[in-house]
């Protein structure tokens, strides 16, 4: 007498102590089974002629029909070759399938199916089992057998079955579908995006420069608000003569008590004071009529501001320039900054 027992390699956690239930109660050996999950097969044989060998040789199959059993090409072959050889045949439903699964193939009006949905199913089993003469079975102690392999090995099965998504042909269309709407979606959310993105270059164009330049600093993070005003005021304070930058420095630097050059190289400073640059008043000092001057005092006083509103700015200053002080007091600070190099004063 051998058993084949056909399966779905994904259902060995059931099909494996199902084998030992009926082994243990029917007084059977490994030997009267052929069972490619309890390691029948040999390693680097020719496995589908041992399959359809074992298949030959039994006289009783009992395909196990899960949901993964009829996804499976192999086992529904399987199937087909049982009914071609028109071997015995049992077929074991598995909850959450029921006796509609095998409603498509010819084995549902030929052959009385098996469903483990209870212990009258179990039953049932049994009975089958019997009635072939396979060996000798006790069915009180069968079915206490198959109490313990219900709850322990089949419960656990079905509930993954049931919680299992079923990829079907309708799901498929549905997703095809589902895939087509969001690439119409996305290619139609770039269309827009790369409209708005023209529309606001152009009205970048169009809209004042000042509101243009507000818009992008609002948008900014400390850091880079900090960077860009230092940025605008680096850009007008190199366009200045390097003692009209020292004599601003000063002004910032010492509560506005005037720049003394160390040198007697008074000259370039009486130039720039004829320029109206500068002008002399207990010290030189600059003149914030001169329209550079004052657009360059602008940039320092806006920069002196973001300083002054970020608190943790001058920590994130010191982790890109450590060997500066923060701070518009400090020459090192305008050197770093503002790529300057700044006089130094009596």
Sequence with gaps: MKIFISHSSLDNRLVNPLMDLIQT?????????????????????QWIEEIKQGMHDSSLVL???????????????????????????????????DYKALNATPFRSVYQTVSLDSEEGLTRLY????????????????????KQFSERDLAPFIKEMEQREVVTPALVKNLKADVARYKEAFESSESEMDQLREENKKLRLMKDAKEVKQMDYERMDEWDEFMAAAEEAKSILNSL??????????????????FF????????????????????????????????????DAALDKLKAVCGNYPHL?????????????????????????????????
């Excluded at 049982?82 to 015995?88: G, P």
């Excluded at 003569?241 to 005037?258: C, I």
């Design 25 to 45: 109660q029917f007084g059977l050996t490994r030997s009267n089974f052929f069972n490619t999950s309890d390691e029948e097969l040999q390693a680097g044989g």
């Design 63 to 97: 395909p196990v029909i899960t949901p993964n059993y009829l996804e499976s090409a192999f086992c529904l072959c399987e199937l087909g070759a049982t009914w071609v050889k028109s071997a015995d045949l049992i077929p074991i439903i598995v909850p959450p399938l």
């Design 241 to 258: 003569p390097r003692y009209a930058v020292s004599v601003l420095y000063q002004n910032y630097k010492s509560n506005h008590e005037g």
């Design 314 to 346: 001058e920590e994130r200053f010191h982790e890109e320039y450590p060997d500066c002080r923060f701070g518009l007091r400090y020459s090192n600070f305008w050197e770093a900054i503002f790529k300057i190099s700044i006089y130094k004063t009596n």
């Design 127 to 146: 009975d089958a089992i019997t009635k072939r003469g396979i060996g000798q079975g006790n069915v009180t102690r069968f079915l206490s057998r198959a």
């Design 261 to 296: 050059p160390e040198s007697d190289d008074f000259s370039k400073l009486t130039d720039m004071e004829s320029e109206g640059m500068v002008i002399y008043d207990s010290g030189w000092k600059p003149d914030y009529g001169h329209p550079k001057i004052k657009k360059a």
